[in-house]
C-alpha cells in the first residue's frame, strides 16, 4: 500500500495484508484485512498513531521514509494487541527520541507483551491533550471495545477521530474512503459480530462519550476510513442496541445419517410458513464468520445435532459455545435432534447456551428417524417461536 494523504498534514502509512485468511486462528478473514498507522506532521511535533502487525513492519518502516521522516516525538498506542503495538519497538529502534504514549493499563500491556521499557512510556490521562503546534491530540478512553485499555484519538481542528478497533473492519482495499468500497458496511458488521458483540453495553457507552464532538472523518486501525461517518455510528447503535433484534431465526446443526437434516428442514418450512425469518447453517461447511453476522440480528437461536457417543456432536457443542462466547441478542433458544441408543445432549447444549440468558423453549428430539410426533412437535415449536416474537413486538 503507498502512502496516501488523508487531509493536509495527515498521511494513513499502514499496511495491507491481501493474503491473510486467519485471524487470532480464530476469525476467517475473506477478504484478507489492513494494518492502519497515521502519520500527523503538527508545524512542531510529529506523531505516529498505531504501528502494524510485526509481519508487515518493513512497509511501515518504507513509508515513513518515504515521507522523509526524520523525527517522530510520540507513538500513540491506543490498544496493546499485536497487531496495531507489534511493531512500536521497531519504530523505536529507528526513532530512538520518540516516546509511546498510552494509558495506564495499556502501558502494563505494552511491557509485558513487549518488553518496552517504562522510561519509553508516558501515561496519558482522560481528555488529556498533547499540542503539535497548530493540530492537537485530544485522549479519550473507551474500555472494552474490545479491551480493557482501549482508546481513541481526537484531532479537533481536522475534526478526525482515530478510533482504532472501534468502528473497523476486516477488509484489504486499494480504497482509501469507505465511499468508495462498496461492501465496507458488510464487512464492518461482520468485525462487530465477531469481535465487538460481547461488548454491548460498553459500545453505547462510549458511543455516548463521542456525542459531543464534532466528527467529519472515522479512521479506525482496519479497513477504510469513513469519510461519512455518520453511516458506520449510526449502525453500531442499532447493532448494540438491545431491543434491536429481528423477526429471524438461526439454525445451527449438523446431521450424520439424515435424521436431524430431516428435522431442520421441517422447522425451517414451519417457520417460513409463519413469517419468521431463518438462517440455517450447516456447521460441517459453514464459514463461522457468516453465522456471526446472522447472530446480530437473529431473536431466536436453534440449536440441532444428533448423538456422539452420547453428547452433542463435537461440531455444534463448539458452535454453541462460540455462540455463547460472542453473546448475541437473541431472545430464545431451542435444541431439537436425533440419537440412537441413548443421549444427554439436551443438559450438555442446554448448558453451553445457558450464558445467552435466552429463553430456552422445549425440546424436541427423535430416537432415530423422526417419525409424526416429531414433526407434529417442531411445527408446535414453530408457533410457539413465532409467537414469542410477537409477543415482544418483534417485527
Known sequence: MAVREITKGIYAVGALDWERRLFDELIPLPYGTSYNAYLVKGSEKTVLLDTVDPTKGQELRDHLRALNVDKIDYIVAHHGEQD???????????????LVLTNEKCSVILQDLLHIPAAKLRVVQEEETISLGEKTLKFIFTPWVHWPETMVTYLPEDKILF???FFSSHLATGELFASNQSNTYSAAKRFFSEIMMPFRAAIRNNLKRLENLEIKMIAPSHGPVYDNPAIILEAYREWSDEAGVKNEAVIIYVSMHGSTEKMVRVLTDALFKRGVGVKPFRLTVTDTGELAVALVDAATLVVASPAVLGGAHPQVAYAAMLAAALRP????????????????MVEQLGG?????KAELLEPVVAKGYPREEHLAALDTLAARIDQSHKDLGIQ
Not at 441478542?329 to 444427554?344: D, L, N, P, Q
Request: hydrophobic share 35%.
Open 163 to 165: 478510533s482504532c478497533d
Open 352 to 356: 453451553l447456551i445457558g450464558g445467552l
Open 84 to 98: 496495531h503495538s507489534g511493531t512500536i519497538p521497531q519504530i523505536l529502534e529507528l526513532y530512538p527520541e520518540a
Open 329 to 344: 441478542r437473541v431472545k430464545f433458544g431451542a435444541i431439537i435432534g436425533s440419537y440412537g441408543w441413548g443421549s444427554k
